[in-house]
């Protein structure tokens, strides 16, 4: 299986600030890495496909980027709705998997 | 609008089947590229998928668990049912149901149903 290591695994942020999450790739997965956003409650949102493509509705202030092994979730000034538990996942080999998550909480 | 809603039981008995429900609305289980997968979440633990079912009726399972699962759709139904048997304590989580859109990736994901194991 594919493992994929998340870092930090939690960070504290203000409004306003720039979060920066990364996820390694155990091997190469080309750009077949997706970035999703959990909340307590809700349905988990998906917010990144194929590395840096968009979901649909998804607020520019999320990028991502990467390739092969490196990847990168960017979120500009944070928004008190951002305030939640982040995770990539692999798509490229099956199983699918995922990373342990980034948990962003409040400063 | 693309829509997907877990239902099953709230509480099973160790050894027991879980037998879990995906309906989903505003698309069809039969367009070409599509598929429904199911994720589940331990409390406090990360993301595990689970299994996949494709337009086609191709499937694939989590290697882990394979032995233990299966998963079936029902087109005329937009339903997706998901087993998985020998229920044990380790297997209590929030179970999700989700699309794979035509480009392989998960674009959207049901509610979410929580499942507990205990006797």
């Known amino acids: 299986d594919i493992q994929m290591t998340q870092s930090p695994p939690s960070l504290s942020a203000s409004v306003g600030d720039t979060v920066t999450i990364t996820c390694r790739a155990s091997q190469d997965i080309r750009s077949f890495l997706a970035w999703f956003q959990v909340q307590p409650g809700k349905a988990p949102k998906s917010l990144i496909y194929a590395a840096s493509g968009f979901q649909i509705g998804v607020p520019s202030r999320f990028s991502g980027s990467g390739s092969g092994t490196d990847f990168t979730l960017t979120i500009s000034s944070l928004q008190p709705e951002d305030f939640a538990t982040y995770y990539c996942q692999q798509y490229d080999t099956y199983p699918w998997t995922f990373g342990q998550g980034t948990k962003v909480e409040v400063k | 609008q693309i829509t997907l809603k877990e239902s099953g039981p709230a509480l099973v008995k160790p050894t027991q089947t879980l037998t879990l429900t995906c309906t989903v609305s505003g698309f069809s289980l039969s367009a070409n590229g599509v598929g429904v997968g199911w994720i589940r979440q331990p409390p406090g633990k990360a993301l595990e998928w689970l299994a996949l079912?494709?337009?086609?009726?191709?499937?694939r399972f989590s290697p882990s668990l394979k032995s233990r699962l299966t998963i079936t759709k029902d087109t005329s139904k937009e339903r997706v049912v998901l087993t998985l048997a020998n229920m044990d304590a380790l297997d209590t989580a929030t179970y999700y149901c989700?699309?794979?859109?035509?480009?392989?990736?998960?674009?959207?994901w049901g509610q979410g149903t929580l499942v507990s194991v205990s006797s």
């Open positions: 079912v494709f337009w086609d009726d191709d499937k």
């Open positions: 989700a699309r794979r859109a035509p480009t392989g990736d998960i674009d959207y």
